[in-house]
């Protein structure tokens, strides 16, 4: 780019930037001298490749999708909790709330992720131990009672049965007398992940897609403001991929989902804004903050190029960070605040739009309430005492960062290729009619390629650290500690059986007639391929339960197995 071009890009920036709204603070060093917005060439330098770097705020957004960086607005601050029983959880929520977290992230237990009610006998020793548990609406209810939901954000890591879930959390907002075009937040909602990395799915691809399809009409529709599908590239991440699988894998996913849409008659421009990303920050620092770069980078260009997405917010590539599980140790465990905090360091430096971060006992239990406290600590750290919110995209123009940049792109792009050039076949014989990046996640995810080339991954990884190539303090280095035990949170069995109990009252002065009309009101709608969203909004409003809203749906389509693979 040569320097009238890189003025003319200045300019357009600044324009920006004055016009945008500025948080209130003091942007100076600690020792007093000034910080400007954003650092770039000098006036009359010649950066050559400087339009695949930019200035913030600008196409292809590697520097971040606001000309302000975080003087206009900080990250959120998004603690991803629960356990036990909604009651339970809606105590941890308040004080997240109350000691300065922006915004709520339900973790939900393993019966409610697998479609499954409290009282199923499958559902034994599993209720309210890894998450919260929610049989119907009536829990989602008093999961957030006392917590305005037009105000507050949410997320909910949830994909399987993410769409009768979102329904139970309309019906609560309902309650709140809180009206469905103001709710705002994500909902994860991405099946792909579930077949290539979490293995938490119900039905097979096609039923998924299909509901998932429903969800995105019906919130252009009805529900603007939320993102019903959070493409989620950390499960897949903690599942022992690299960083550039990660990426390729899961901005792959996204296409998948932008195709759907297309596939569906919505306008790209309409519903794109209404997909958000969820990545990993693992421990490799530089690593992590090329990988936030480029996935901006090649979202904003694949979107404009192959998807026309003509409006910036369609180009956008909004995400979520979560610091790696994978990461933290058993041992030592008071070493996982100092991962935790290089790894959120990472995620802010590569401009993310909101963070959690790993309480220091999460190998080993639910995080304390102390340990989850100093976890919202450390962001808050980060924020109000470092100076990293004061300039955008602060390590821009370093040789190391931009080099990692465009060579994890690169290999993002070769991965799509794979991803591509497998599917073609079953694309153009309409096996898989949705589109070529569609077909080709689907082929992977049938032949177990996804899965293999994550095994290998992880394979490799692990054998680096048996033979001592990879270092990790604690375990295979540095070994002598005088740490003494830590207390840890432990979800009784007692809340499995009041939950149960509830579970069995609420069934019992509910109205059982409405339940089964709605239930029904359902089913047809599976069997005739109507939008399945209001008649599920209908079987919630019945408290009709998740393992019975489910259930109906298993009955129609049947359970996905997956396919030996190896």
């Known amino acids: 780019m ?3 071009a890189m003025a003319e890009a200045r300019r357009r920036w600044q324009e920006r930037y004055d016009a945008a709204h500025k948080r209130e603070a003091d942007f100076t060093t600690l020792g007093g001298d000034p910080v400007d917005p954003v650092y770039g060439p000098r006036p009359g330098d010649v950066y050559r490749g400087f339009e695949r770097i930019g200035w913030p705020g600008e196409y292809p957004y590697t520097r971040g999708l606001h000309s302000t960086g975080y003087r206009g607005r900080t990250w959120t601050i998004r603690q991803f909790a629960g356990f036990g029983n909604a009651e339970q959880t809606n105590e941890r929520y308040r004080k997240i709330l109350e000691q300065g977290g922006g915004g709520l992230s339900v973790a939900f237990d393993m019966p409610t992720l697998m479609g499954r009610d409290s009282d199923d006998p499958r559902s034994l020793g599993e209720v309210g131990h890894c998450g919260v548990a929610v049989d119907s609406a009536a829990d989602m209810e008093t999961l957030f009672a006392g917590i305005p939901l037009g105000e507050v954000t949410t997320s909910m890591t949830i994909s399987g049965p993410a769409v009768p879930v979102f329904c139970m959390y309309l019906v609560a907002a309902e309650r709140q007398g809180v009206a469905h075009e103001v709710l705002n937040g ?7 992940k579930e077949y290539i990395a979490q293995k938490e799915w119900i039905f097979g691809p096609e039923p998924h897609l299909r509901l998932i399809g429903d969800l995105m009409e019906h919130c252009v529709r009805a529900v603007p403001a939320y993102k019903p599908v959070s493409v989620s590239g950390y499960h897949i991440r903690e599942a022992g991929s690299t960083a550039a699988q990660e990426l390729a894998y899961t901005l792959a996913d996204g296409f998948g989902y932008v195709e759907l849409g297309l596939s569906r008659g919505l306008d790209v421009n309409t519903f794109a804004p209404g997909l958000s990303f969820f990545f990993d920050a693992h421990l490799d620092f530089f690593e992590e903050i090329a990988k936030f770069r480029a996935a901006r980078r090649i979202w904003a260009r694949w979107m404009r190029e192959v998807y026309g997405a003509s409006s910036e917010k369609a180009q956008w590539l909004r ?3 979560q610091t790696a599980g994978v990461s933290l140790t058993a041992q030592q465990p008071y070493n996982n605040v100092v991962r935790t905090a290089v ?3 990472s995620a802010v430096l590569g401009g993310t739009n909101s963070l959690h971060t790993n309480a220091l006992d999460e190998t080993l239990a639910l995080p304390s309430e102390r340990a989850a406290e100093i976890a919202l600590r450390t962001q808050q750290v980060l924020m109000e005492e470092t100076g990293v919110a004061n300039v955008a995209d602060p390590l821009g123009g370093s040789w190391y960062v931009e080099q990692l940049t465009d060579r994890i792109e690169a290999d993002a792009e070769r991965i799509f290729e794979r991803i591509r050039d497998r599917g073609a076949l079953a694309h153009s014989d309409g096996r898989h009619p949705i589109g070529p990046m569609t077909s080709g996640i689907l082929r992977g995810i049938e032949d177990g390629w996804f899965t293999g080339e994550i095994a290998e991954a992880a394979f490799r990884y692990q054998r680096a650290l048996e ?3 990879k270092k990790v303090v604690g375990v295979n280095v540095s070994t002598g500690s005088v740490t003494g035990e830590l207390e840890i949170l432990r979800v009784g069995h007692e809340v499995e059986r009041a939950q149960v109990a509830a579970l069995a009252g609420r069934r019992e002065r509910r109205d059982g007639a409405a339940v089964e009309a ?8 599976a069997r005739g391929g109507s939008n399945m969203i209001e008649p599920m ?7 009709a339960t998740l393992g019975e809203i489910c259930g109906v749906l298993r009955e129609e389509w ?3 197995v997956e396919p030996p693979g190896f």
Do not use: N, S
């Open 2 to 4: 040569d320097a009238e």
């Open 186 to 192: 994500t909902l994860q909602t991405d099946i792909f």
């Open 319 to 321: 995400f979520h960070t």
């Open 343 to 345: 790894e959120a360091l």
């Open 467 to 469: 033979k001592g190539e």
């Open 518 to 525: 709605a239930l029904r009101g359902m089913l047809e709608a």
């Open 537 to 543: 909004l209908e079987a919630a409003r019945a408290e």
């Open 558 to 560: 049947g359970e996905y």
